[in-house]
């Protein structure tokens, strides 16, 4: 997941309502110049000879036996009754703006302060919220990074928080318990307004590191109203690929819909890490899903779409 301006290298980073018609044939339709952009080639990317099946070559760690993203394997998760209701307090004064970092976008926040924070779930401590971006693909059946028993999904939401017991962001890099990032799953549906407008001002960050104004952006409204999740202990999805992330994976996805423009295939890129080897870790489960069959996770995915962007 991307980094901000703390580090040079940046990530291309279903609370239950009515069921909506996911709309066949469609891809995330990112602005043209945007494209051209996340196509010149670079030290780390996703091309053929620069994409994640080389990353090792430059970040050993790639190898390395936590990492990300992986395949949430149902009958392989594991209820957690220690695992607490997640807290999100976001407070749309803090955000920076829009950041082009190569790969993808960030829209990034003020974390000087603990007026945007995470708490609850499977985290000790409050953590700062830093940035968020996405993940995404050329076709509506990929794009996504995670992936729940090998199905991937449209697209790929990452809010990445830092934990406050640490100095800075890049200090908490250096920890196993320094990142927390929560994925959300997106889907085609009905636009969303409040995501369209990020999409609109990529238009305004053409060049690498150029930046934009985005304000007064709410991020708890990109997720889904239900907070069940899945949680383990995995790393940064692009280089340098730090073994420092607590996964928080919403079980519900969200759905958006990003259909101005021109023809969708003449905006599309790969930004998606495939996902990585198990190696033994533990996927938690948090108690709210208890009353649940486990083999109900996969309708709920697919069917409640409670939120629509």
Same mark, same amino acid.
Not at 158 to 170: E, P
Not at 270 to 280: K, M, T
């Given at each position: 997941?991307?980094?901000?301006?703390?580090?040079?290298?940046?990530?291309?980073?279903?609370?239950?309502?009515?069921?909506?018609?996911?709309?066949?044939?469609?891809?995330?339709?990112?602005?043209?110049?945007?494209?051209? $952009?996340?196509?010149?080639?670079?030290?780390?990317?996703?091309?053929?000879?620069?994409?994640?099946?080389?990353?090792?070559?430059?970040?050993?760690?790639?190898?390395?036996?936590?990492?990300?993203?992986?395949d949430i394997q149902l009958w392989n998760t594991k209820f957690d009754s220690s695992l607490k209701p997640l807290n999100f307090n976001y407070d749309p004064s803090t955000t920076r703006g829009i950041v082009n970092k190569g790969y993808s976008f960030n829209v990034e926040f003020d974390d000087s302060t603990d007026k945007s924070v995470l708490s609850g779930g499977p985290l000790t401590e409050q953590y700062r919220l830093a940035h968020f971006s996405f993940h995404w693909g050329s076709r509506d059946d990929q794009g996504s990074?995670?992936?729940?028993?090998?199905?991937?999904?449209?697209?790929?939401?990452?809010?990445?928080?830092?934990?406050?017991?640490?100095?800075?962001?890049?200090?908490? $890099?250096?920890?196993?318990?320094?990142?927390?990032?929560?994925?959300?799953?997106?889907?085609?549906?009905?636009?969303?307004?409040?995501?369209?407008?990020?999409?609109?001002?990529?238009g305004s960050i053409k060049k690498r590191n150029m930046s934009a104004a985005c304000t007064h952006f709410n991020p708890a409204g990109l997720l889904p109203d239900n907070h069940d999740f899945w949680t383990y202990a995995g790393s940064l999805t692009t280089p340098p690929l730090s073994e420092c992330v607590i996964w928080i994976l919403s079980k519900f996805r969200s759905l958006y819909s990003t259909t101005k423009g021109?023809?969708?295939?003449?905006?599309?890129?790969?930004?998606?890490?495939?996902?990585?080897?198990?190696?033994?870790?533990?996927?938690?489960?948090?108690?709210?899903?208890?009353?649940?069959?486990?083999?109900?996770?996969?309708? $709920?995915?697919?069917?409640h779409s409670p939120l629509v962007f």
């Open positions: 997941s991307a980094l901000g301006n703390r580090y040079p290298v940046i990530s291309q980073e279903s609370a239950i309502g009515t069921r909506l018609e996911v709309q066949p044939n469609q891809q995330l339709v990112i602005p043209k110049a945007f494209q051209t $952009m996340l196509q010149r080639p670079l030290l780390w990317g996703y091309g053929k000879d620069n994409g994640p099946n080389t990353w090792h070559k430059l970040f050993p760690i790639a190898n390395g036996r936590h990492q990300s993203p992986i990074e995670h992936s729940v028993d090998e199905l991937k999904y449209s697209a790929e939401l990452h809010l990445v928080q830092w934990n406050t017991k640490y100095k800075t962001f890049c200090d908490a $890099m250096h920890h196993p318990d320094g990142l927390a990032v929560v994925g959300v799953f997106l889907t085609l549906g009905s636009a969303h307004p409040e995501l369209q407008k990020v999409i609109d001002a990529l021109e023809h969708p295939e003449q905006h599309i890129v790969e930004n998606w890490r495939p996902c990585q080897p198990l190696e033994g870790r533990q996927i938690r489960r948090d108690p709210l899903d208890e009353h649940k069959s486990i083999l109900n996770h996969q309708s $709920m995915l697919w069917q």
